[in-house]
T-cell receptor, first 116, second 112 residues
Framework: DTEVTQTPKHLVMGMTNKKSLKCEQH?????MYWYKQKAKKPPELMFV???????INESVPSRFSPECPNSSLLNLHLHALQPEDSALYLC???????????????FGPGTRLLVL | QQQVKQSPQSLIVQKGGIPIINCAYE??????FPWYQQFPGKGPALLIA?????SEKKEGRFTISFNKSAKQFSLHIMDSQPGDSATYFC???????????FGEGTQLTVNP
C-alpha cells in the first residue's frame, strides 16, 4: 500500500482564520513533506520532516506552521493567510532519513485551499 | 545547477501515437530520475523512475531513455490513450539530498 491520505480535500478560509491540514501514511516511512502547488506549475517544497524532526524549511512564512506528532502524521497549521496562498497543498512521504538515497516520494491527493 | 529543463510545455497527439517528453539537467550529482503523472485536482503519482547506471527502462507502455553523457532523459508513451491525458513532470534527486527538483511540466492531450 503506497497511500498517503490528506484531509480536508477542500478548504475555504478567511484571512483571519486558523485552520489545519492533516496528512497520514501507514507505510512506515520516516520522511514526510509539505509542498505547495500553483496551477500549471510543479510542486514547490515547503518543509521536510525526517524521523519526526524538521530538517528543511524552505524559508516559508511563519503563517505556515508544520507539526509532526508521530511518524505517521503530519499537520500544517495555517494562520492569517493571504489570498496568494491559495493553492493545492500536497503531502508526500518516503522511506526517509537523512540522505534519502533517491527514495521515491509518494504524494497524497492534496488539499485545495482557497483564501478569501 | 539545480534546474531541470523540460520540453515541450504542451503536446497533443492522436490515440495510438507515441508522445515523447524530454528533460535535461546540469547537476551531475543527480542520480535518481522519477517521472510523475498528475491528473487535474489530484496529487502527482509516480509513473516510472530510472538511475544513471541504465540507459533504458520500460514499465508497460511507458519507457524512460537516459543519456548520461548528454545529461538528458526522456519519457516515451507507447500506444497512447485518451486516459493518458495528464500533466507529466520529470524530476531529479541527489542521493545525499531530500529535494526533488521538478521540471516545469508537460500537459499531454491524447485525442480519440
Amino acid at each position: 500500500d503506497t497511500e498517503v491520505t490528506q484531509t480536508p480535500k477542500h478548504l475555504v478560509m478567511g484571512m483571519t482564520n486558523k485552520k489545519s491540514l492533516k496528512c497520514e501514511q501507514h507505510m512506515g516511512h520516516r520522511a514526510m513533506y509539505w509542498y505547495k502547488q500553483k496551477a500549471k506549475k510543479p510542486p514547490e517544497l515547503m518543509f521536510v520532516y525526517s524521523y519526526e524532526k524538521l530538517s528543511i524549511n524552505e524559508s516559508v512564512p511563519s503563517r505556515f506552521s508544520p507539526e509532526c506528532p508521530n511518524s505517521s502524521l503530519l499537520n500544517l497549521h495555517l494562520h492569517a493567510l493571504q489570498p496568494e496562498d491559495s493553492a493545492l497543498y500536497l503531502c508526500a512521504s518516503s522511506h526517509g532519513g537523512t540522505g534519502l538515497n533517491g527514495e521515491t516520494q509518494y504524494f497524497g491527493p492534496g488539499t485545495r485551499l482557497l483564501v478569501l | 545547477q539545480q534546474q531541470v529543463k523540460q520540453s515541450p510545455q504542451s503536446l497533443i497527439v492522436q490515440k495510438g501515437g507515441i508522445p515523447i517528453i524530454n528533460c535535461a539537467y546540469e547537476n551531475t550529482a543527480f542520480d535518481y530520475f522519477p517521472w510523475y503523472q498528475q491528473f487535474p485536482g489530484k496529487g502527482p503519482a509516480l509513473l516510472i523512475a530510472i538511475r544513471p547506471d541504465v540507459s533504458e527502462k520500460k514499465e508497460g507502455r511507458f519507457t524512460i531513455s537516459f543519456n548520461k553523457s548528454a545529461k538528458q532523459f526522456s519519457l516515451h508513451i507507447m500506444d497512447s490513450q485518451p486516459g493518458d491525458s495528464a500533466t507529466y513532470f520529470c524530476a531529479a534527486q541527489e542521493t545525499s539530498g531530500s529535494r526533488l527538483t521538478f521540471g516545469e511540466g508537460t500537459q499531454l492531450t491524447v485525442n480519440p
